[in-house]
């Protein structure tokens, strides 16, 4: 009886032995795995290859990380529209989706410039030939193109006052503010304005802008200030507005042309 007992236990110890051993076989270790991942060949595309999982926590959603927030504009500032902000002084090239409508461009205006002396500004200055010229303000003469276009004849203002002796440039800031301010204040259910940038007249410093509105009748104008200290506390001031969508094609031009030609007589 005894001797039967004891063949028992020993066949029991070798089952628990021989278990022990397939356990071991089928679970190598750490090192062993990454042994016979580096003998992988890797041209040997039978052989699976291990994957690690991510240990992410239950209910994890990856589309949280993803920004949801919408994009902040400023009230301030101009917008095109694709809703890309403009600002003065720049010229970025934007890159649209290929899905992204085109907008139909605006003719190109050619101008034939001719040379406009105002003798109570005491200036001389280049401006495309046909156009009108008010000179009834007593500080101020503006041209006036005679066609129209989009419902807005464009014009520009050259104007010469005088300021305090205790003005100096960055008061200009201030005046180039508030002229842009005042422009937009009535008559107007839409007005935005550039950020202010660097500009010289008559080789003084000065600063410009640019702004966009639209009339309670409708009509959208785009327009650019430019101001500039001048000797003897004088401040010269340049305005153009013109149909909105020719100003970068057309009327850029103009202004441009009118300051570089700029000639005190």
Same mark, same amino acid.
């Given at each position: 009886? %005894? ?22 076989? @089928?679970?190598?270790? *750490?090192? !062993?795995?990454?042994?016979? *991942? ?7 595309? /039978?052989? =699976? ?13 990856? +589309?949280?990380?993803e ?15 694709? #809703? ?5 002084? +720049?010229?970025? &090239? ?7 409508? !085109?907008?139909?461009p605006?003719? /190109? ?10 003798? %109570? ?6 401006? =495309?030939?046909?156009? #009108?010229?008010d ?22 203002? &050259? ?5 305090a002796?205790?003005?100096? &440039?960055?008061?200009?800031? +201030?005046?180039?503010?508030? !002229? ?16 202010l *940038? @660097? ?10 802008a ?47 042309? +009118? ?7």
């Amino acid at each position: 009886m %005894k001797k039967s007992l004891r063949v028992l236990a020993l066949l029991m110890l070798a089952v628990l032995l021989t278990g022990c051993a397939v356990q071991e076989q @089928n679970f190598p270790d *750490a090192d !062993t795995a990454q042994a016979s *991942a580096q003998q992988r060949d890797p041209m040997d595309l /039978t052989t =699976p290859v291990p994957r690690q999982e991510l240990d992410l926590p239950e209910g994890y959603d990856p +589309a949280s990380e993803e920004s949801g927030e919408d994009e902040v504009y400023n009230d301030n500032a101009v917008y095109d529209d694709y #809703g890309r902000n403009v600002y003065a002084g +720049a010229t970025p &090239i934007p890159i649209d989706p290929i899905d992204m409508p !085109t907008p139909t461009p605006k003719p /190109t205006l050619k101008f034939e410039f001719g040379t406009v002396t105002s003798d %109570k500004l005491h200036l001389m200055f280049d401006a =495309p030939q046909g156009w #009108g010229i008010d000179d009834s303000v007593s500080d101020a003469v503006t041209l006036i193109n005679p066609n129209e276009l989009d419902g807005y004849s464009a014009q520009m203002t &050259i104007r010469v006052y005088s300021v305090a002796s205790t003005f100096k &440039i960055n008061d200009l800031k +201030a005046e180039l503010r508030n !002229t842009l301010k005042d422009l937009g204040q009535y008559n107007f259910t839409k007005w935005k304005t550039t950020e202010l *940038a @660097n500009r010289t007249i008559l080789k003084k410093d000065g600063f410009y802008a640019d702004y966009e509105g639209t009339y309670t009748s409708g009509v959208s104008i785009y327009g650019r200030v430019m101001m500039a200290l001048l000797d003897n506390n004088q401040v010269i001031m340049l305005h153009l507005s013109c149909p909105d969508g020719y100003f970068n094609s057309s009327y850029k031009t103009v202004i441009n042309h +009118a300051r570089d030609s700029l000639k005190q007589i």
